[in-house]
């Protein structure tokens, strides 16, 4: 039986396929982590090798995918919009370790890459990009960080349960997670992704009914 997640993971994908204005370029749902068939699961196996207590925050939006790509494009006139999510289970995440780095491993950016679990990438689009969490002692635990090789890592002010939902709402168009990030005019990556946003909230606003206005208002206040 599907999570309350994954049923709307699923619904999502196929109201998108069902769009005629959009093309899917790549569905995999992959394996499902059976052995794994509730949160607690996870957090056991999160205890034993991040020797933290996961935050109950981790039990909204669980999802048993070891790997779930999708990705889709606009149509013509509308074909330079594209979003895609490729989303990794979270104990798997955590197993899994941080990612191989470009930075001096004793540099401040090198260490914090090294505090970094990836639970949703974008290998299709090769934007460079990922999201991760970062597990700390404090009440906002794990973090989440938006990784882009344009800027580094950026912090974003949302939490893994509401990035999930909010990914969906965005049908993970490329490059969202700016618009959870502080507003920032050194930040390159956020400040070149703002053209690119407006015009895809306006797409997703033609072609779906959801309510996208928390979404522009977010994006006013870094536009």
Known sequence: METEFESRLRK??????????????????????????????????MRVVQ???????????????SNLFFSWRAREPF????????IIH??????????????????????????????????????????ALRFTENKNSPE??????????????????????????TRGLYDWQYLFATPDPENYGMRASMPYLREGLNFLDQEFTDDFSSLRDRLAERG
């Open 12 to 45: 999502t994908v196929e109201q998108v396929q069902a769009c005629t204005s959009i093309q899917t370029e790549k569905y995999d749902r992959g394996p499902i982590a059976i052995y794994m068939k509730r949160p607690e699961d996870a957090f056991n196996i």
């Open 51 to 65: 020797e933290t207590s996961p935050s109950d925050d981790l039990k909204r939006n669980f999802h048993r995918y």
């Open 79 to 86: 074909d330079k919009i594209a979003g895609e999510f490729h």
């Open 90 to 131: 979270m104990a798997e995440a955590v197993v899994r370790g941080p990612q191989p780095s470009p930075f001096d491993p004793a540099s401040e950016a090198g260490k914090l890459i090294e505090d970094l679990r990836v639970f949703e990438t974008h290998p299709v689009g090769g934007t460079g990009t990922y999201s």
């Open 144 to 169: 989440v960080w938006y990784c882009d090789l344009r800027q580094g890592a950026t912090l974003l002010d949302i939490s893994y349960s509401s990035y999930l939902d909010n990914m969906l709402l």
